[in-house]
T-cell receptor
Framework: GQQLNQSPQSMFIQEGEDVSMNCTSSSIFNTWLWYKQDPGEGPVLLIA?????ELTSNGRLTAQFGITRKDSFLNISASIPSDVGIYFC??????????FGDGTTLTVKP | DTAVSQTPKYLVTQMGNDKSIKCEQNLGHDTMYWYKQDSKKFLKIMFSYNNKELIINETVPNRFSPKSPDKAHLNLHINSLELGDSAVYFCASSQVLAGVGEQFFGPGTRLTVL
């Protein structure tokens, strides 16, 4: 089946720093999704990307759909303590069929 | 209003028992899913139903049986529970007919098998 490599696996940063994480795949995806999971909660959709090359922002978050359709990155600027959580990428080859990355656990030190 | 809800939130039970988890979505979506998240936080698809019909059935033991009485509900019944079934189970929904299909997740059910 399709595999996603998400990196880094974990990050420990200081409040105010910028964060970057990415996902790569050997397969082409038509949609890239980025989710955040807070402890004890379900993943919440942050950004959805539908076209190769697309760059989308949501507040301090920016994500891009790679031009090859095999990768995507998520940047968080000026991190704050509530950014703590697990970030998942997901690629869809067809609507509703998501392959999830293994997650990036973000810790923000005040 | 809760978009995707699951009950119970926590479930602690003995090995060998049978249990069910319920899921409801009020988003009007046409597709619902069950995911399993293990202790390493990996999210794995188990089942997907579109308009009450099973469309994805990953390699899941047949002790797990999903049931969709209508397109707003997808329940998961588990027979003869084993220690390895301990995990967090997430229900999700999406509107696949819209051509995008991003999933919206419930809050999860933490299952502990003793």
């Amino acid at each position: 089946g399709q595999q996603l490599n998400q990196s880094p696996q974990s990050m420990f940063i200081q409040e105010g720093e910028d964060v970057s994480m990415n996902c790569t795949s050997s397969s082409i995806f038509n949609t890239w999704l980025w989710y955040k999971q807070d402890p004890g909660e379900g993943p919440v959709l942050l950004i959805a990307l539908y076209k190769a090359g697309e760059l989308t922002s949501n507040g301090r978050l920016t994500a891009q759909f790679g031009i090859t359709r095999k990768d995507s990155f998520l940047n968080i600027s000026a991190s704050i303590p509530s950014d703590v959580g697990i970030y998942f990428c997901a690629g869809q080859s067809s609507p509703g069929k998501s392959t999830f990355g293994d997650g990036t656990t973000l810790t923000v030190k005040p | 209003d809760t978009a995707v809800s699951q009950t119970p939130k926590y479930l602690v039970t003995q090995m060998g028992n049978d249990k069910s988890i319920k899921c409801e979505q009020n988003l009007g979506h046409d597709t619902m899913y069950w995911y399993k998240q293990d202790s390493k936080k990996f999210l794995k698809i188990m089942f997907s139903y579109n308009n009450k019909e099973l469309i994805i059935n990953e390699t899941v033991p047949n002790r797990f049986s999903p049931k969709s009485p209508d397109k707003a509900h997808l329940n998961l019944h588990i027979n003869s529970l084993e220690l390895g079934d301990s995990a967090v189970y997430f229900c999700a929904s999406s509107q696949v007919l819209a051509g995008v299909g991003e999933q919206f997740f419930g809050p999860g059910t933490r299952l502990t098998v003793l």
